[in-house]
């Protein structure tokens, strides 16, 4: 196996500053060579729909969680980035996987919200609290949020966190960074990367460096790119040496769940006037024999072939 | 004309407090103390929050007050449209009597149901955010404004119980002549708002079992809160001869039970219709929580009152009859617990049990909601013959009379 440098923890004891001051850039240019952290905000012209996303190449990371790190001093989290799972204060983690087959050996796994290009939390939110910006992140108004947990339920991933110990808690997720990408920079923990494990480019473009290095090593990668096609697509991707399920990625059909609710909303109008309208209808048959019924009782009391009714 | 058969007129301030209690009995007195210790337990959650005082988490992050409360409360108050629609649309006066007491549950439903939710939101203050903060792409949007206007519509639906009762017949006739517009409302709103708390979970496309798992949940839905509510209906004039002394006529109580068939019937047809054509069923799999879960559900809670209430012999005993009903109505809850809980059991990897709390919490709202509806009968003439005529009908003001106002 090419992954031999992978299995051992190499930098826990490392301070998180030392990393971003020392080897990152270096270590990030040697490892993903082109990729450069393209310009921001101002360059809406390049290829795809231009989004941002992320390339998280799982062979690259050594666990260091230096991303973790950065993502609780960028986003005010004061809780201990160590925890190997993300929480109401911590919006990425970083999971330590022993591989079924191989005792001994683990993977680094890094979890966050994949901000899905048809995001299903969005689509379930009833006030509108997360919606997807065109630049890739799917983003949080707390200000709006009711608190229903629906976007938890919708989540392919299982991803939102809800702050359960609070009286009065909020949806926690990653937001890629969407503050920093507006002022031209790339999220915390793509800078603090030290190694390119985790990278930060136009999505389109991303896809294509993943797919180069599939093709030129084909012996170190599972031939797939998880993220590509799941859930209708992400903007978060990953690459791995081990099967994807084997390190408890959710299997994820390439159905956008929104497409499933999206065919129902789009009946109801039709159902509420169709119903509306039968109900009249009903109505008023019922209405206009009743007044029949009572004419004709009428007129039999009467005894007249004709003569003034009730109601008609 | 005035529901003069009230209980108690002014003459409690000579009694003493214990022969109020007594009077009282200790059926409500038990409900009392249930509502009101569940008042403080629902004070205690809203000031420690959800995580101490519930099963809820992160991998739970829907539990037993969403699959009971919300959607089997919902289920349950569909009588109401139902009945509603038979008489006022359908021109089915017959059914006329049992209008007033479905209505007054759809409405309780409805406020316990809401009740439930409020306990459940995470900020409950912000209940009114759908009203400004559109989402039409939700389903829980629509479900929230489903809940607001049919929550109205049930409210004017009853209020001339309370205006007759209040005395205030001017605008009780008022209200009356708006109603057939009120009712055709109420249909909309509940055919979208039973069908779309099956349509909330299809976005859990990857969550939930293949069980429940269906396109047609919204439908399922639909059809079985149409069950449900009719079921509903006949658990309530039972109690009504028994406890308020009211005699329903069986033969309406039958035209219920008929109905509840044929639902119940629809409903089997399309589980199982949908299980064979997916390629599901519990006959496909080993035995499991999820398996028993779904053949109890759908042989004890369906089938098995659908075929009781087939049989015109059992249909006209009131036993039998007792016994469908409460076995459709627990077999729809059971599938909204299923639904919700159930079904969603593996992808959550964990186990979830509604904490003592939640429960208590729930056993407050239906407490206060049975003695809600125990006020109203008591004090409002609930129980009359022809309620409810539409303009026009002169025949029908005649008759109205409250009938076996007084309580046991």
Redesign the interface.
């Known amino acids: 196996m090419p992954t031999e440098v992978r299995g051992a923890r190499t930098c826990p004891l490392l301070s998180r500053r030392a990393l971003l001051a020392g080897g990152a850039g270096a270590v990030a240019a040697g490892l993903s060579g082109s990729l450069a952290v393209p310009a921001l905000a101002s360059d809406p012209a390049t290829g795809g729909d231009g989004s941002f996303g992320m390339l998280v190449d799982l062979t690259e990371c050594v666990g260091c969680r230096s991303c973790v790190y950065a993502c609780q001093e960028a986003n005010g989290w004061t809780g201990d980035p160590e925890r190997p799972a993300i929480d109401g204060d911590q919006w990425t983690a970083v999971r330590e996987v022993e591989l079924p087959g191989d005792p001994g050996h683990v993977r680094y796994v890094r979890t966050q919200c994949f901000h899905c290009l048809d995001p299903a939390c969005a689509s379930a939110c009833p006030v509108g609290a997360l919606h997807k910006t065109p630049e890739g992140p799917v983003v949080y108004d707390a200000g709006r949020c009711i608190g229903c947990r629906y976007c938890m339920v919708a989540c392919p991933f299982h991803i939102p966190r809800y702050q359960w110990e609070t009286p009065l808690p909020l949806v926690a997720k990653c937001i890629m960074c969407a503050p920093r990408l507006e002022r031209g920079e790339s999220p915390a923990c793509a800078e603090a990367c030290p190694t390119g494990a985790t990278t930060f480019g136009r999505r389109s473009e991303l896809i294509a460096v993943a797919r180069k290095r599939i093709a030129d090593h084909p012996d170190r990668y599972v031939p797939r790119i998880y993220g590509l096609t799941e859930a209708g697509g992400t903007s978060w991707l990953y690459l791995s040496d081990v099967p994807f399920e084997e390190l408890g990625f959710a299997s994820v059909g390439s159905t956008p769940p929104p497409q499933k609710t999206q065919a129902v909303m789009e009946k109801v109008p039709v159902v509420a006037v169709g119903v509306a309208a039968l109900m009249a209808v009903v109505r008023w048959w019922e209405g206009a024999r009743e007044s029949r019924d009572e004419a004709r009782d009428a007129r039999e009391r009467a005894g007249t072939p004709s003569g003034k009714e009730p109601g008609a | 004309m005035k529901a003069e058969a009230r209980w108690i007129p002014g003459r409690s301030r000579e009694r003493s407090t214990t022969e109020k209690l007594v009077e009282l009995g200790w059926g409500r007195l038990a409900l009392w103390a249930l509502a009101l210790t569940g008042g403080l337990a629902m004070v205690y959650r809203?000031?420690?929050?959800?995580?101490?005082t519930t099963h809820?988490?992160?991998?739970w992050?829907?539990g037993w007050w969403i699959a009971f409360d919300v959607m089997g409360g919902v289920a349950l108050a569909a009588g109401a449209f139902v009945v509603a629609?038979w008489v006022?649309?359908?021109?089915k006066h017959r059914y006329a009597p049992l209008a007033r007491p479905a209505v007054l549950t759809g409405f309780l439903g409805y406020l316990m149901v809401i009740a439930g939710l409020l306990m459940?939101?995470?900020?409950?203050y912000?209940?009114w955010?759908?009203i400004v903060?559109?989402?039409?792409?939700?389903?829980?949007?629509?479900?929230?404004w489903c809940v607001m206007v049919y929550t109205t519509v049930l409210a004017f639906e009853f209020s001339p119980v309370a205006l007759e009762g209040l005395g205030w017949h001017r605008a009780c006739r008022a209200v009356r002549r708006a109603l057939?517009p009120m009712?055709?409302?109420g249909?909309?709103c509940s055919?979208?708002h039973q069908s779309?708390l099956g349509?909330?979970l299809?976005?859990?496309?990857?969550?939930m079992d293949p069980l429940w798992y269906s396109?047609l949940l919204?439908v399922l839905f639909f059809v079985s809160a149409v069950a449900a509510g009719l079921g509903m209906i006949q658990l309530e004039a039972a109690a009504a001869s028994r406890v308020y002394r009211h005699r329903v006529e069986p033969e309406l109580v039958e035209g219920l039970a008929r109905g509840m068939a044929w639902m119940l019937a629809l409903y089997l047809a399309l589980r199982l219709g949908d299980w064979v054509s997916r390629g599901q069923g519990p006959w496909t799999r080993p035995v499991s929580l999820e398996s028993v879960a779904a053949g109890l559900e759908v042989l004890v809670g369906a089938a098995l009152p659908a075929l009781v209430m087939s049989r015109k012999s059992w249909r006209q005993s009131a036993r039998a009859r007792l016994v469908a009903a409460g076995l459709a109505v627990v077999g729809v809850i059971a599938n909204r617990i299923d639904s919700v809980l159930v079904s969603?059991r593996a992808?959550a990897g964990a186990a979830y049990v509604p904490s003592l709390l939640e429960l208590w919490v729930t056993g407050a709202i239906v407490a206060a909601g049975v003695l809600g509806y125990d006020w109203v009968a008591r004090h409002w003439p609930l129980f009359v013959e022809e309620p409810e005529a539409?303009p026009?009908?002169?025949r029908a003001q005649e008759s109205r009379r409250p009938v076996g106002v007084t309580a046991s």
Request: aromatic letters at 8%.
């Open positions: 809203l000031v420690r929050g959800l995580g101490a809820l988490n992160d991998a992050p829907w629609a006022h649309l359908f021109g459940d939101l995470g900020r409950p912000r209940i955010h759908p903060m559109w989402q039409p792409h939700s389903v829980m949007f629509e479900v929230a057939v009712v055709i409302l249909v909309v055919v979208l779309s349509s909330l299809l976005i859990a496309t990857y969550r396109p919204p969603m992808g539409l026009g009908e002169a």
